[in-house]
């Protein structure tokens, strides 16, 4: 197991340190499972407990956080996220991949192109005219179809699956059971109850541009005509669906269960929360910020973070929600406002009748 000194980790991280730097460390883990040979990280004084109890031998922390403890080694940086992302990435295990060349139960086309050292694993499919580029992997299960192209330095993971024409470029990583160029959803509609949906011709591609992570299961539909296109350096994570003709901005990230709606563009650095459903042929602009679980069903504006369904700019949904939150309240007031001016309004009424009553007399 390799280890490092507390030093040499500060070094790394660029950070400024306390305590004793000859302390040697062999991994990484959180203030409350960190053991004495441990690194961990604090960024906010909420954690001020575990970070008293903690059996870590190293923290990184932020400039300004104040630590009473002595036995610590402290890494004080500007930046602690990432500095710890660095120091986690140098005693990162590196996951197995396939041997350089090709297994011999996979399947390769004869008219297929192979970069040097690619890897291919046992059971996957190339097909024919497909290229891929130098070091690309292939794990086990993974399908590249005709007449795709897989840039250099691209994984993909055990059983991802390139339909004909797919481009993917180069530094990609594909984790398992991605599905990348499937039909997008397009059918005419019957005439008449009881008829079968026509299915439209979906004879577009996808195009996956450098640098692109996609998560575990997630699909990306081609185009009906022209491409469905993820831009540059984007983060997709597992569970994602992209329909047709649908692009995806240069550096934006997509959590969980996000659906996108056919011919939806999204902007560069686009961020958008887990199960967020955003709906089609909608222009989303660069830089926008989308809460989990929000629904975008019309044009929204920049600038601004969104939250809700509709989704409308999160301080308004806020506010919704707290006049929501005092309505039982509000009713109970409401309730007993009325109650009281129904008493009011009966002694008036009696009162009036008993005076009646005593000038008829």
């Known amino acids: ?44 004084p909420k954690y001020a407990e575990a970070l008293a109890r903690t059996q870590a031998a190293a923290v990184v922390v932020p400039q300004s956080l104040a630590v009473s403890r002595g036995d610590l080694a402290l890494l004080r940086c500007d930046d602690p996220n990432r500095a710890f992302t660095k120091i986690c990435a140098l005693f990162a295990k590196e996951r197995p991949k396939p041997a350089a060349g090709v297994h011999s139960r996979a399947v390769v086309a004869p008219t297929a192109r192979l970069g040097v050292d690619v890897a291919i694993g046992e059971c996957a499919v190339v097909g024919q005219g497909a290229v891929l580029g130098a070091r690309v992997v292939l794990h086990p299960g993974a399908v590249v179809g005709p007449d795709c192209e897989v840039g250099d330095d691209t994984e993909l993971h055990p059983h991802v699956v390139l339909y004909s024409g797919v481009r993917v470029g180069a530094r990609c990583l594909l984790h398992a059971g991605a599905v990348i160029g499937a ?49 540059r350096g984007a983060k997709l994570d597992n569970l994602i669906h992209v329909a047709h003709n649908c692009e995806i901005g240069a550096g934006s ?109």
């Open 183 to 231: 039909d997008g959803f397009g059918f005419e509609p019957p005439r008449a109850l009881g008829e079968p949906w026509t299915k439209i011709p979906q004879s577009g591609t996808v195009i996956v541009e450098d640098d692109v992570e996609i998560g575990a299961n997630a699909t990306i539909d081609r185009a009906r005509f022209g491409t469905t296109r993820i831009g």
């Open 1 to 44: 197991m390799a280890t490092h000194t507390v030093s040499e980790l500060a070094a790394l991280a660029g950070a400024r340190l306390e305590g004793d730097p000859a302390r040697r460390v062999d991994g990484t883990a959180s203030l409350a499972d960190a053991r004495p040979t441990h690194v961990t990280f604090c960024v906010d």
């Open 253 to 361: 990230m997509l959590a969980a269960q996000v659906g996108i709606a056919g011919s939806t563009r999204i902007g560069r650095s686009a961020m958008i929360g887990g199960q967020t459903g955003i709906g089609g042929h909608l222009t989303l602009p660069d830089g926008v910020r989308i809460g989990a679980q929000s629904g975008v069903i019309g044009p929204i504006p920049g600038g601004v973070e969104l939250f809700g369904t509709p989704a409308r700019p999160k301080r308004e949904v806020f506010k919704h929600y707290a006049l929501v939150e005092r309505l039982p309240k509000l009713v109970e007031r409401l309730e007993a406002r009325i109650a009281e001016l129904e008493r009011r309004l009966e002694r008036v009424a009696h009162e009036r009748s008993s005076s009646n009553q005593e000038h008829g007399a």
